[in-house]
């Protein structure tokens, strides 16, 4: 079964700490995953885009990381801010034509001044 | 503007009432999407739509209806509203190419 699993749930840390937000997926086959932000009362918005070829890509203060082999993704998150505060949602987006989406339940994080 | 635009924002209605909610993009994306989001469940698909007159069920259709007459606008409609469909439902529109959504505000529906 296609799944994506983030962690953790949560996250409470302080302003200008560094923090890192997993992501596991078992999907197949794999085209690419996509890391959104989504802020209180907002829609999601794409931070970074990872290919199956890519290890590593920076977005600002935001790296994520891709490691297909083990099907698993990370997104640090440097020097945060308190409008960092938002929930981050993993999508793997399936290589199977049209336009096939499996998303993560998020990992609220929670950055405290 | 340039965007995808929900509307309303907010409703309230009540139990066995038809409710539309409209979306509407400026971008000619092909594929439009519907998604509702509850705590603890994340973003799940409910249509989607690959072109005009071309529409899917996604994860959970049931009690939902959609059409897409023009390429621009993906209505939503709960045909009898029941108090399991009070949620935030997102609009989203994408690229194939790339895999990327874009998504309206949201709008947030309460079945008394």
């Known amino acids: 079964k296609n799944q994506v699993e983030q962690s953790p749930q949560s996250l409470i840390i302080l302003e200008g700490k560094n923090c890192t937000l997993q992501?596991?997926?078992?999907?197949?086959?794999?085209?690419?995953l996509r890391w959104y932000k989504q802020d209180t009362g907002r829609g999601p918005v794409s931070l970074t885009i990872?290919?199956?070829?890519?290890n590593t890509k920076s977005n600002g203060r935001y790296t994520a990381t891709l490691d297909a082999d083990t099907k698993q993704s990370s997104l640090h998150i440097t020097a945060s801010q308190l409008s960092d505060s938002a929930s981050y949602i993993c999508?793997?987006?399936?290589?199977?034509?049209?336009?096939?989406?499996?998303f993560g339940a998020g990992t609220r994080l929670f950055v405290k001044a | 503007d340039a965007g995808i635009t929900q509307s309303p924002r907010y409703k309230i209605t009540e139990t066995g009432r038809q409710v539309t909610l409209m979306c509407h993009q400026t971008?000619?994306?092909?594929?439009m999407f519907w998604y509702r989001q509850d705590l603890g469940h994340g973003l799940r698909l409910i249509y989607y739509?690959?072109?005009?007159?071309?529409?899917d069920k996604g994860e959970v259709p049931d009690g939902y209806v959609v059409s897409r007459s023009k390429t621009e606008n993906f209505p939503l409609t709960l045909e009898s509203a029941t108090r399991s469909q009070t949620s935030v439902y997102f609009c989203?529109?994408?690229?194939?190419?790339?895999?990327?959504?874009?998504f309206g505000e949201g709008s947030r529906l309460t079945v008394l």
């Open positions: 989203a529109s994408g690229l194939p190419n790339t895999g990327e959504l874009f």
């Open positions: 992501c596991n997926y078992t999907v197949s086959p794999f085209s690419n």
């Open positions: 990872m290919t199956f070829s890519e």
């Open positions: 999508v793997v987006i399936l290589n199977t034509g049209g336009f096939k989406t499996i």
């Open positions: 971008w000619s994306h092909s594929y």
């Open positions: 739509s690959a072109a005009a007159d071309i529409t």
